[in-house]
């Protein structure tokens, strides 16, 4: 009996939750004239739909080298970065290859990180964490190749862009399975 109690009871609740939807009635339209938003538009979810996959698919135009990453770094990056990404006050860009089997794994870009263009769809859509989304394209293309030559992973005279960010073998590639298909 207490157990038909409670399924009953959970039964309600979750009708309740529905809101709109009740066991006896179905769902319920919402009434008219409640204001309750409007229907987005192409572009506005155009300006959202960032995400970058493994494949680098959707990468924007733009390029960024290492020299010019440097600056970048130096002027939105380092504060909270630490100079040459070693850390401080936020996390450490830079180091920890070969630790993440050790006891301590120092989880960074360069030990860790499985896609280099997991690293541009971060900074584009999150940094700086004072202004997310403030970098030019070709900023963070910068500041990408700046961070992965800083690892030891691309070579000081590189340029990052859509073509060839996506070559980049991270240390860390076979470390992680993708599901997202592309």
């Known amino acids: 009996m207490l157990t038909h109690k409670r399924t009953m009871i959970g039964l309600a609740a979750a009708a309740l939750l529905a809101g ?19 229907v987005v538009t192409a572009d506005e979810i155009k300006a959202w739909d960032i995400s970058i ?9 733009g390029s960024g080298s290492v020299k010019q990453g440097a600056a970048v770094y130096a002027a939105k990056c380092e504060a909270c970065h630490g100079a040459n990404g070693a850390g401080k ?4 860009l830079v ?15 360069g030990s860790y990180w499985p896609y280099a263009t ?3 769809d971060y900074v584009r859509r999150a940094m700086p964490t004072n202004a997310p989304k403030s970098l030019t394209d070709s900023e963070v293309y910068a500041v990408s190749a700046y961070v992965l030559q800083l690892n030891g992973i ?3 005279d590189a340029v990052m862009n859509a073509q060839t960010l996506p070559q980049v ?7 992680f399975i993708d599901y997202s298909g592309k």
């Open 20 to 38: 709109c939807t009740t066991p006896l009635m179905g769902p319920q339209p919402l009434p008219q004239g409640l204001n309750l938003g409007r």
């Open 154 to 156: 691309i070579a000081q």
């Open 118 to 120: 997991t690293l541009f």
């Open 95 to 109: 180091g920890g290859q070969g630790t993440l089997v050790s006891d301590n794994p120092v989880r960074t870009v």
């Open 89 to 92: 006050p936020a996390d450490a």
């Open 169 to 175: 073998k991270m240390p860390n590639r076979d470390g």
């Open 53 to 61: 996959p493994p494949s680098g698919a959707g990468l924007p135009p």
